[in-house]
Structures are given as C-alpha cells and as structure tokens.
C-alpha cells in the first residue's frame, strides 16, 4: 500500500504520505513533521502538495512546519473557511498550544490532481461544514479525517457540527464507494468500506 502513516500531535493525529514511483502528496499533518521529512528524503521523494480533510486544530500543527521545509502549496477545504479565525482551527482551545499560521490554497471542486494522482474530492460535511475525503480511485483508497472511522464516527459537538449531516455523508459519499476501498481515518486504525457498510455500529447494517 502507496500510504506511510504517522500520529503526531498531542491527539495523535494520522499524518499521512501518499507516493507514487516518483512523487507524494502529506494529508493532514497533526503535529511537527520531522518524521515526514526524514521519510521522504529516505525515500529520495519530493512532496508536491499538502491537502487537509478539515480545518480542526488537531490536523494542522505541523502545516506551516512542513510547507517551510518542503516549499509546497497547501489545499484546504473551502468549505471549511469560516473555522479559519476560530479556536476550532487555531488552537488555544482547552489547553492545546496554538497552530502556526499558515497560507492556503482552496481544493478544486469535484476532482483534482496531486503529485501525478487523481483525486475526487468527496464533500463530507459533518464534523466540520465544509470536511472533505479524498479518494483517489486508482490507489483504491480514501482519507476520510474525522469523518469515518474504524467502528465509529466523527464528533458533531464542535462549532459546525451535524449528526444528520455526517451520517448523510456517510451514506451517500463513502458508502457508495467501491468496497475494497482502504480507509485511512484522522485517528485509529485503517478499516475498508465494505467493512465499516457492514460492521460500524453507528452507521453500518450492524447499526439497524
């Protein structure tokens, strides 16, 4: 599988890269990125961009840190702009230190291409207003932030937040996916459609 995987962060957030033969694209990046860097240097990989699921603080403290060393543009969701001034996306909420500012570019609507890999990006809305997965469909896998995750679901408690909304999108972006399609979560486990379609006890059969 194409996907190097790294909780950073105090909330130990999945920071993912995704690489090809010759390039690779970091989702999320939940906490200081020396990790990822090392990785790609190893692996003699230049990154070509940096994408964001969602605009919560836990996903982007090591944003700015990795575009510096990297020299990268950043694609957030456009959705989500409105948490962009709030402690939802800074920091300083309960505690948490606070996010490094950090300049983005809006995701495409619908498809894009990152590092030679197509891309759709799904709206996911829910935990946030504006949360995106990124399937990329010839690597048969998606990041879904903290939209779906092994046997659960994203928090709707936060500014913005939707039960109805999440599992919506749930249904009708995720679940129609192909069913080998590998989920890579914002925190926990990788799982597969087919098996959170049938055994997430929240939104699964196993939840009717």
Same mark, same amino acid.
């Not at 909780?7 to 999320?28: C, F, K, R």
């Not at 694609?75 to 500012?101: K, N």
């Not at 080998?180 to 049938?198: L, S």
């Given at each position: &599988?194409?996907?190097?995987?790294?909780? =950073?962060?105090?909330?130990?957030?999945?920071?993912?890269? =995704?690489?090809?033969?010759?390039?690779?694209?970091?989702?999320?990046?939940?906490?200081?990125?020396?990790? &990822?860097?090392?990785?790609?240097?190893?692996? +003699?990989?230049?990154?070509?961009?940096?994408?964001?699921?969602?605009?919560?603080?836990?996903?982007?403290?090591?944003?700015?840190? =990795?575009?510096?060393?990297?020299?990268?543009?950043?694609?957030?969701?456009?959705?989500?702009?409105?948490?962009?001034?709030?402690?939802?996306?800074?920091?300083?909420?309960?505690?948490?230190?606070?996010?490094?500012? %950090?300049?983005?570019?809006? *995701?495409?609507?619908? +498809?894009?291409?990152?590092?030679? &890999?197509?891309?759709?990006?799904?709206?996911?809305?829910?935990?946030?207003?504006?949360?995106?997965?990124?399937? %990329?469909?010839?690597?048969?896998?998606?990041?879904?932030?903290?939209?779906?995750?092994?046997?659960?679901?994203? +928090?709707?408690?936060?500014?913005?937040?939707?039960?109805?909304? *999440? *599992?919506?999108?749930?249904?009708?972006?995720? %679940?129609? *996916?192909?069913?080998?399609?590998?989920?890579?979560?914002?925190?926990?486990?990788?799982?597969?459609?087919?098996?959170? +379609?049938?055994?997430?006890?929240?939104?699964?059969?196993?939840?009717?």
């Amino acid at each position: &599988m194409p996907v190097a995987a790294f909780p =950073l962060g105090p909330l130990e957030t999945n920071s993912y890269i =995704l690489h090809n033969e010759s390039q690779a694209v970091a989702v999320d990046v939940g906490g200081q990125p020396e990790g &990822m860097i090392a990785w790609l240097a190893e692996h +003699r990989l230049p990154l070509a961009a940096i994408c964001l699921t969602h605009l919560h603080f836990d996903h982007l403290y090591g944003v700015a840190a =990795l575009a510096a060393a990297t020299k990268q543009p950043v694609h957030a969701p456009a959705g989500d702009g409105a948490l962009a001034e709030t402690e939802s996306a800074r920091g300083g909420i309960w505690g948490f230190p606070l996010v490094d500012p %950090f300049e983005s570019l809006p *995701l495409p609507d619908g +498809r894009g291409s990152f590092g030679g &890999m197509d891309c759709e990006i799904l709206e996911t809305p829910g935990h946030t207003p504006g949360g995106v997965s990124l399937y %990329f469909p010839e690597q048969k896998l998606v990041f879904t932030g903290d939209t779906l995750f092994y046997r659960s679901i994203g +928090r709707t408690d936060f500014p913005g937040g939707d039960h109805a909304t *999440l *599992l919506r999108s749930i249904h009708e972006k995720l %679940f129609t *996916l192909p069913t080998e399609t590998k989920v890579f979560p914002g925190h926990g486990p990788a799982t597969t459609i087919g098996d959170e +379609r049938v055994n997430n006890p929240f939104c699964g059969d196993y939840a009717q």
